[in-house]
């Protein structure tokens, strides 16, 4: 079975800092990669995906990750973060295969202080 | 813009009493799944259907929770008798075919007493 470890619970950072957030994953098989926020009591919203091809995808709101097969990785990056960027961001690993589940990783609480 | 409609928002029940959640799916999706959200942690995935028929539901305790999606559209969730551990949000997801990305509707958030 796949599994999912976000490696900080909580990040703070200012206003218009570089932020990272970090996501591991552990899987036998080739897996999509995905990352969502929450926003206090709301679902989750699909940031962005890794599904084949370039292994650096963007977000449209600024947000980027990078597949790493070899250190098993899917970092999320921002160069410059806005207050508004405030949320739980949760890594996610699906296996290839169809009809796999979608298991998440316990979640990162960025917050951006002014 | 389609989304996954759920219902209720909230809900407050006393333990042992019966709750149920319903889900709507973006049209066309023939895959929905309920997810268990206990509030500091990952969502989980307690059920997932495929059309009308369950694929997954090794996590689901089915001494008290059940699941049903009969007409392979709307999904209906429902937990008999809560505890006070069941307290959390309650996702609905669904996805076009089981391998693309889901999409989440707003959730259910529960209190048990």
């Known amino acids: 079975a796949q599994s999912v470890t976000q490696l900080d619970s909580q990040v703070p950072v200012f206003e218009e800092a570089p932020v990272e957030l970090r996501c591991n994953y552990s899987s036998s098989v080739s897996v999509y990669l995905f990352w969502y926020v929450q926003y206090p009591n709301q679902g989750l919203q699909l940031l962005l995906k890794?599904?084949?091809?370039?292994?650096l995808v963007e977000s449209i709101n600024g947000f980027e990750a990078e597949f790493n097969k070899s250190q098993t990785s899917f970092h999320l990056r921002k160069p410059s973060v806005h207050i508004s960027d405030t949320a739980e961001y949760f890594c996610?690993?699906?296996?290839?295969?169809?009809?796999?589940?979608?298991?998440f990783g316990e979640g990162t609480q960025l917050t951006v202080n002014p | 813009e389609a989304e996954v409609a759920q219902s209720p928002r909230y809900k407050i029940t006393e333990k042992s009493q019966a709750v149920a959640f319903w889900c709507d799916p973006i049209s066309g999706h023939a895959t929905l799944y309920w997810y268990r959200q206990i509030l500091g942690q990952g969502p989980e995935l307690l059920v997932q259907f495929q059309d009308e028929s369950v694929v997954d539901d090794s996590q689901l305790p089915k001494d008290r929770f059940s699941a049903e999606r009969l007409k392979g559209v709307d999904s209906t969730l429902k937990i008999q008798p809560a505890e006070l551990g069941d307290s959390a949000m309650y996702l609905c997801a669904s996805s076009l075919l089981a391998n693309t990305e889901a999409f989440f509707g707003q959730g259910t958030r529960l209190t048990v007493v």
């Open positions: 890794y599904l084949s091809g370039s292994t």
């Open positions: 996610a690993v699906r296996k290839e295969t169809s009809g796999s589940r979608l298991t």
